[in-house]
């Protein structure tokens, strides 16, 4: 699994739209888009969420794109400013800088003990119980 790390969008020119976790804000496109960044980064990857768009090329580098998700572009850069052409009419959320691969165990068991109980998170969202199964007569005590 790869994980973006260390937005470069977020210290840039980039209008607000592009830099917001939320994906109903979109930034309509008219064209190119040129982002500045603060200083000289590296980017070997790309972050496109909800969009139109079926093509994007950055910095003259083809994206591979077929959905919303983040890409590995077929080289990396150490750049100050990115170029982004498509034939989007609005992108949601654009991200880019260092594609970090965090292996996971290629198959896990799955757990028997859950919780029935909702919790309420240290953000104070409450979580509801999903369940589970039970030793048959001491209700609430996971197998």
């Known amino acids: 699994m790869r994980i973006l790390l260390h937005d470069v969008i977020q210290r840039s020119n980039a209008p607000a739209e592009l830099k917001s976790p939320a994906l109903e804000e979109v930034f309509s496109v008219f064209g190119n888009i040129a982002i500045d960044l603060d200083t000289a980064r590296r980017v070997d990857c790309i972050g496109i969420g909800n969009t139109d768009g079926t093509t994007f ?13 983040l890409y590995v572009l ?11 052409s498509t034939n989007a009419t609005y992108i949601g959320r654009l991200g880019a800088g260092l594609a970090v691969d965090i292996p996971t165990h290629v198959r896990k068991e799955p757990g028997w003990d859950t919780t029935i109980e909702p919790r309420t998170t240290l953000g104070g969202q409450v979580i509801p119980g999903r369940g589970g199964r039970f030793q048959g007569d001491k209700p609430g005590l996971p197998l």
């Open 74 to 84: 077929p080289a990396g850069l150490y750049t100050s400013r990115l170029d982004i």
């Open 57 to 69: 090329t950055v910095n003259g580098l083809t994206v591979d794109f077929t959905r919303n998700g």
